[in-house]
Structures are given as structure tokens and as C-alpha cells.
């Protein structure tokens, strides 16, 4: 027990140390949304203190009771520190997406396991510590949005380029690949405007991520809410500059990329995930296999009509890919009309059906767990792939890699993003966000220094 007279939680953001993935570069990281909810959850005669492995190396603090969220690529790390403090007998309890889908093995190596958003149960975790009874496993409820709790800001690492934000939260489109209906639900959930607005009037960053799965929601109605939203922020004189993510219908509504210009919105990231409409119906990814292949370019290009860059998120290591197959998916994104783009590898996670598949029919390569989550994080192959060797696949994917972020080609992708959409500023950021996805792929590598962002 500390000495302290109050007590003392401490948060933990812990971080994959591979070189790899999105920690790479501190223009893609960004703030444990989570934790700093947590903290302004926890009573005030508690001190609390966040350490973020994006940002420093774990330096051991004491602590009455220890707190911890993790991706699966993040988790072992997080089982690691978890056994420094349970050794000193200090309590630990852990939460986030990947201990929802997994107690049983969080278990193992915490003393308590939140499942689901937090909000509806740490008041009780937090209570049933002082009264020593803490629970081996709470259950979280999808709960409304309105009042939310405000993360306590000031305890994130001042080194986040990007502040974070979310005003929905949930998902109804459920792909084969993606846990976020899991954990989130299969409705969006507004948060009240008024209420975003307030929250983002006090983030002290010029740049910020709107962590919505989809800003612009599946109907008229949403489409609607998100013009509200971004006519509320032109109206309050909130000069922000930033980024979201929406899917393929986010021009079918052509005032939703005008407002959002008009808020400061300068790249949104699309999932599109292949060309090839099999892999697309496959993944359930039923907005993309309506609309069609053709559509990418047209939506694109509407965007680009109101300066508005796109990110265009591409999948590469599907069940069925071969060489020739491969071999097109670079050319299209190199001919593509997006902006920047972002290769992943399919991986597997917890709590997707792609996951449950995989397991049942013994095609997991890397099953070693929990060390082998750490390379969940979408940089390796790890299952078997239908008919390719997986080394051979992976060694192919990062060729290719070669010539998705070609430093000519990323060149040329700026000036046609600044011709068509007007502005170099935001032809710089997507200039800068490829640069990022490549040093994602390959490491940390020597890129431009983003003087517009840092």
C-alpha cells in the first residue's frame, strides 16, 4: 500500500515493442480514450496516474490498484506488467476489447476482468475494492450516451499530435474481420451535440480523430445527425482541423462533405478493404459489394470536390489470394483515386467470426497464446492461408508493399491530391499519412519531418 493519504489508481496504456504497427510513428498513436474516462469515473479522494508505453518505457509506480486496456497486440504486454504488481500483491484488473473477448485467459493473469464499456460498472469495482470483495469478473451495459463522462485530459502524455474523440459509438454492419459490434453493440449511439461540442471546446490540440466507426451512420437520418454536428462546430467557432472514418455512402449525401469541410474535416479513411467483390461478400462487407467496385473512384472523387482527402483502407492475405491476385491488388491501389493508402494484413481477433472459423478449423499459425498475441496487430500472417504457403505469402505481401509506398509514387499521389482537391495543405497530409502506413509496414524508417503537424 502506498502512503499516500489518498489512494492511488494507476492506469496503464501498455504498448507492443515489435517496431512495427501504429506506435511507430507519433502522428498515427493515439490517446487511451478509455483510461482517461476510467479516471474521471473514479471518485476525486483517489489520485490517479496514467503511464503510457507510446510514449515512455514502464518505470514501476506504486499503486494501490493497477488498471490496464489492451488491443491482442498489446495484451501480452499487459499480462507481463500485471505480474509485477499481483508478485507485490497489489490488485489488478484489466479491461478492453480484447479481455472482453477473452476472459478466461485474462483471468490468469489479472485478479479482476471488466467485460464491455466500463462506464455502468467501475463505480462497483471501484466500491467493492475499498470493501475488500472485488470481483473475479464485472459486465459492462451498453449504455446511452447522454452525460457521458469527459476523459480527464490533463493526465494523457502532451506528446499526442491528434487528440481523441468519439460522439457515436457501435456498429451495425458487423464484418467477418471486425469485433467492434461485438463489443460495442449493433446500433450507433449518438452522443448529444451539445455535449461533443462542449468536450471539444477544451481539447487543447489543433488536430483532432473522431474514433467513430463510421461518422456518417447507415441512414437519411444519420446523415442528418452528422450535418448537425458539423454545422454545430462551424457555428460554435470551434477551429479544429480533422480526421474520421466513414464507409462508401459518405457521398451519397453531397451536404455531409460540404459541412465537413466547413468543419475542418481534411481526410476521412473508407474501408475498402479488396476490389474483388467475392472477398467483399465473404467479409460481410454488404455496403461495398451494393455499391460496387466502380463506386470507389466516384466517391472519391466527390470528396475530393469539397477538399476532403480519402485514406483508403485496403486488405491484403485473404483466404483465397494467390500470387496473381496479389499482383492486381497492387496495381489497383497504385491506380486508384485515393489519396493515401492503408495496407493491413487480415488478421484474425478475438470475438469475430473470422477468429471462431479459423480456430475450428485449425488454420491459427500462431497459436502460442497469449505471447503470440503480439502479432495480432495486423503486420504478420498468422493463419494458413488456402493456397499459398504463409511464409511465402507474407515475404510476397511485403514485396508488394515495395510498391504500394513507392517514394516516386507517394510523390506523385500528393500533387494529384493538391490538383484535385485544391488544397496543398491537405494533399500534405495525405502526403504524410502514406508515409506514416509505410513506416507501419515496414518499420521505423527515415521519413519527411511533418512540419505541418508537429
Known sequence: ????????????????????????????????????????????????????????????????????????????????????????????VIGGIHASMCPDEASLFVDCVVIGEAESVWQKVIHDFENNNLQRIYKGALTSLIKSPKPRRELFH?????????????????????SVTAFNGSHYRNR?????????????????????????????????????????MISRGIKKEWIGQASLNVAD???????AAKSGCRMLFIGIESEREDQLAGANKRLNVKMGVNSYNEVFKKMHKYGIAAIAG???????????????RVKFTRECHADSIQSTLLTP??????????????????????????????????F???????????????????????????????????????????AYWSYMSNWNYRSMAFGNIKKPRNWLLD
Request: a neutral charge.
Open 253 to 259: 449525401n453531397e451536404e455531409v462533405l460540404k459541412y
Open 384 to 426: 494458413n492461408p488456402a493456397f499459398m504457403d504463409r511464409q511465402k505469402m507474407q515475404d510476397y505481401i511485403f514485396k508488394g508493399f515495395n510498391k504500394v509506398y513507392e517514394p516516386s509514387l507517394l510523390k506523385r499521389r500528393m500533387v494529384k491530391t493538391w490538383w484535385r482537391t485544391g488544397s496543398f495543405i491537405t
Open 314 to 328: 485496403f486488405i491484403f492475405g485473404w483466404e483465397n489470394d494467390t500470387i496473381e491476385l496479389l499482383d492486381h
Open 158 to 178: 502532451p506528446g499526442y499530435i491528434f487528440a481523441s474523440i468519439q460522439t457515436t459509438r457501435g456498429c451495425p454492419m458487423n464484418c467477418d474481420f471486425c
Open 349 to 382: 481477433l478475438p470475438g469475430t467470426r473470422l477468429f471462431e472459423r479459423m480456430k475450428n478449423e485449425g488454420r491459427l499459425a500462431l497459436n502460442n497464446f497469449p505471447d503470440d498475441w503480439k502479432h495480432y496487430g495486423y503486420e504478420s500472417l498468422v
Open 1 to 92: 500500500m502506498t502512503s499516500d493519504k489518498k489512494k492511488t489508481l494507476l492506469l496503464v496504456n501498455p504498448a507492443n515493442k515489435s517496431g512495427s504497427g501504429f506506435i511507430v510513428n507519433k502522428d498515427t498513436r493515439y490517446q487511451p480514450l478509455s483510461l482517461g474516462i476510467i479516471a474521471a469515473l473514479t471518485p476525486p479522494d483517489w489520485k490517479v496516474k496514467i503511464i503510457d508505453e507510446n510514449f515512455r518505457d514502464f518505470r514501476f509506480y506504486e499503486a494501490d490498484l493497477v488498471g490496464f486496456t489492451a488491443f491482442s497486440s498489446t495484451v501480452s504486454r499487459a499480462y507481463e506488467l500485471a505480474k509485477l504488481y499481483r508478485e507485490k500483491g497489489i490488485a489488478t
Open 192 to 232: 448529444p451535440i451539445d455535449e461533443v461540442l462542449d468536450e471539444m471546446a477544451e481539447i487543447p490540440q489543433r488536430n483532432i480523430f473522431i474514433l467513430d466507426d463510421n461518422i456518417v451512420g447507415a441512414t437519411a437520418k444519420a446523415q442528418e445527425r452528422a450535418i448537425q454536428l458539423f454545422s454545430a
